[in-house]
């Protein structure tokens, strides 16, 4: 089986991609702009190109797969709507109308819980949720029409789709959440949104990718997985702000000690929102936002029970283990 990865050289993509190599049936190419040494040394070929042209991704699928993981995507907080559009949703629109035109079977996107992150927080909620009428950020929004577009195309039959929402993804080499955390600590500019007490769902980047893999084997014609999506996470939610003080402890960094409510939060996040747009600040981001707001002070986890029925999925690697791997791979 010939498989494209967008996205390969990235975080998730690269963890996709050493899942799949586990199996000698799957023939892995990447796509992305750039050459990676660490997918050289595996074996794995890159196509460059850009998402956002046409040309570039039509060149690149018609070499002949059946498989597509569409992992690439333009993710964060703040930005240009138009780069974030571009990316993806016009990036995504290209992947599908090459997979349509070559003859792929296979569509698996990485999707997002962003997608269906409105206004407020989620409790156990499952993928029966409704899409919000307001998102707090760009990324969320264009993960939506994204996703909305993926799963509309699919027909069960020559052209299988799904899509996976992982929820804030983490593990050795993570170029986001811990950075980000670290940096913000060590700046003193760190502060516990809300009481605390807040849970949200977090995922080890293999269990994501053995999720990836699982699900594109169960999307068979016919199957229950078609035109579904699916939240990710690990055995059990989190306190959000113990998850930070472990991290934070193990980089030998004082964990923050103040607190501001949500909504001051909230209601600064909509003024530096404001205040950027006035400048037309793209970079860097504001000191806070509603979406960052939202995330550090509400609760939001889901239910996975779907996505166990529906093609087996369970965390492999415990929070405790991701965490020893985690900070091992660190410490050398």
Same mark, same amino acid.
């Given at each position: 089986?010939? @498989?494209?990865?967008?996205?390969? /050289?990235?975080?998730?993509?690269?963890?996709?991609?050493?899942?799949? +190599?586990? #199996?000698?049936?799957?023939?892995?190419?990447?796509?992305?702009?750039?050459?990676?040494?660490?997918?050289? !040394?595996?074996?794995?070929?890159?196509? &460059?190109?850009?998402?956002?042209?046409?040309?570039?991704?039509?060149?690149?699928?018609?070499?002949?797969?059946?498989?597509?993981? *569409?992992? %690439?995507? +333009?993710?964060?907080?703040?930005? !240009?709507?138009?780069?974030?559009?571009?990316?993806?949703?016009?990036?995504?629109?290209?992947?599908?109308?090459?997979?349509?035109? #070559?003859?792929?079977?296979?569509?698996?996107?990485?999707?997002?819980?962003?997608?269906?992150?409105?206004?407020?927080?989620?409790?156990?909620?499952? =993928?029966?949720?409704?899409?919000?009428?307001?998102?707090?950020? !760009?990324?969320?929004?264009?993960?939506?029409?994204?996703?909305?577009?993926?799963?509309?195309?699919?027909?069960? $039959?020559?052209?299988?789709?799904?899509?996976?929402?992982?929820?804030?993804?983490? /593990?050795?080499?993570?170029?986001? @959440?811990?950075?980000?955390?670290?940096?913000?600590?060590?700046?003193?500019?760190?502060?516990?949104?809300?009481?605390?007490?807040?849970?949200?769902?977090?995922?080890?980047?293999?269990? %994501?990718?053995?999720? *990836?893999?699982?699900?594109?084997?169960?999307?068979?014609?016919?199957?229950? +997985?078609?035109?579904?999506?699916?939240?990710?996470?690990?055995?059990?939610?989190?306190?959000?702000?113990?998850?930070?003080?472990?991290?934070?402890?193990?980089?030998?960094?004082?964990?923050?000690?103040?607190?501001? !409510?949500? $909504?001051?939060?909230?209601?600064?996040?909509?003024?530096?929102?404001?205040?950027?747009?006035?400048?037309?600040? &793209?970079?860097?981001?504001?000191?806070?936002?509603?979406?960052?707001?939202?995330?550090?002070?509400?609760?939001?986890?889901?239910?996975?029970?779907? %996505?166990?029925?529906?093609?087996?999925?369970?965390?492999?690697?415990? @929070?405790? =283990?991701?965490?020893?791997?985690?900070?091992?791979?660190?410490?050398?």
């Amino acid at each position: 089986m010939r @498989i494209l990865v967008t996205g390969g /050289g990235g975080f998730l993509g690269t963890h996709l991609i050493k899942e799949l +190599l586990k #199996n000698s049936r799957y023939r892995v190419t990447n796509f992305s702009r750039h050459s990676y040494l660490h997918l050289e !040394d595996m074996g794995v070929p890159t196509i &460059k190109g850009d998402l956002r042209n046409k040309d570039d991704v039509d060149r690149a699928v018609a070499q002949g797969f059946d498989t597509i993981f *569409h992992v %690439a995507a +333009l993710a964060g907080v703040w930005g !240009d709507y138009d780069e974030y559009f571009s990316i993806n949703v016009t990036g995504t629109k290209n992947c599908i109308e090459a997979a349509l035109k #070559n003859g792929v079977t296979r569509f698996v996107y990485t999707s997002s819980p962003s997608a269906v992150l409105g206004l407020g927080g989620h409790m156990g909620v499952g =993928e029966e949720i409704p899409y919000p009428s307001v998102h707090l950020n !760009d990324y969320g929004q264009t993960k939506q029409i994204a996703e909305e577009m993926v799963l509309s195309l699919n027909n069960s $039959q020559t052209f299988l789709t799904c899509a996976l929402r992982p929820h804030l993804i983490w /593990g050795p080499g993570d170029p986001h @959440i811990f950075p980000r955390i670290i940096h913000k600590a060590r700046e003193g500019k760190l502060k516990i949104v809300g009481d605390g007490e807040n849970l949200v769902d977090i995922i080890y980047v293999e269990n %994501a990718a053995i999720a *990836h893999v699982q699900a594109m084997e169960k999307l068979t014609p016919g199957s229950k +997985l078609c035109g579904q999506a699916y939240f990710l996470g690990q055995e059990r939610p989190v306190k959000i702000w113990d998850f930070v003080n472990i991290i934070l402890g193990q980089m030998q960094i004082d964990p923050p000690t103040k607190n501001v !409510d949500y $909504q001051t939060a909230f209601r600064a996040g909509k003024f530096f929102e404001f205040l950027w747009k006035i400048l037309g600040i &793209k970079k860097p981001d504001p000191p806070m936002t509603r979406f960052v707001a939202m995330n550090l002070g509400t609760h939001h986890y889901f239910s996975h029970e779907k %996505a166990k029925r529906d093609f087996g999925f369970h965390p492999e690697i415990t @929070i405790e =283990e991701g965490l020893r791997r985690t900070f091992a791979h660190k410490a050398r």
